[in-house]
């Protein structure tokens, strides 16, 4: 069994900054890509940005800029330094893991964890 643990979220003002944590643990050998979505109320979940094993990044354009996503692979944690938030970053934050599996084949193992509420508000 695997468990993502979020922390690291909560309320800030405007033009502000959160740095979010996912620590994964359990039964893993190797993660490859990591990432942050998240989710405002009545709409869809959406990606954020997501870092490959290898340190490769990818961001949707209303992050560029303002949130820098890393990870420590020997921690297996994946981090999200957020900053000029606005209140349209306001949603639940949840991140996700792709643990590599090698038996009885190769595939990947896909994993969310519980989420972490951001709100963004004067």
Aim: net charge positive.
């Amino acid at each position: 069994q695997v468990q993502l643990v979020e922390s690291g979220g909560g309320l800030v003002q405007p033009g502000g900054s959160l740095r979010l944590s996912c620590a994964a643990s359990g039964s893993i050998g190797s993660i490859s890509d990591m990432g942050w979505y998240r989710q405002a109320p009545g709409k869809e979940r959406e990606l954020v940005a997501k870092v490959t094993s290898g340190g490769s990044t990818n961001y949707a354009d209303s992050v560029k800029g303002r949130f820098t996503v890393s990870r420590d692979n020997a921690k297996k944690t994946v981090y999200l330094q957020m900053n000029s938030l606005k209140t349209e970053d306001t949603a639940v934050y949840y991140c996700d893991a792709y643990v590599i599996r090698t038996y009885p084949y190769r595939y990947l193992d896909h994993y969310w964890g519980q989420g972490t509420q951001v709100t963004v508000s004067s």
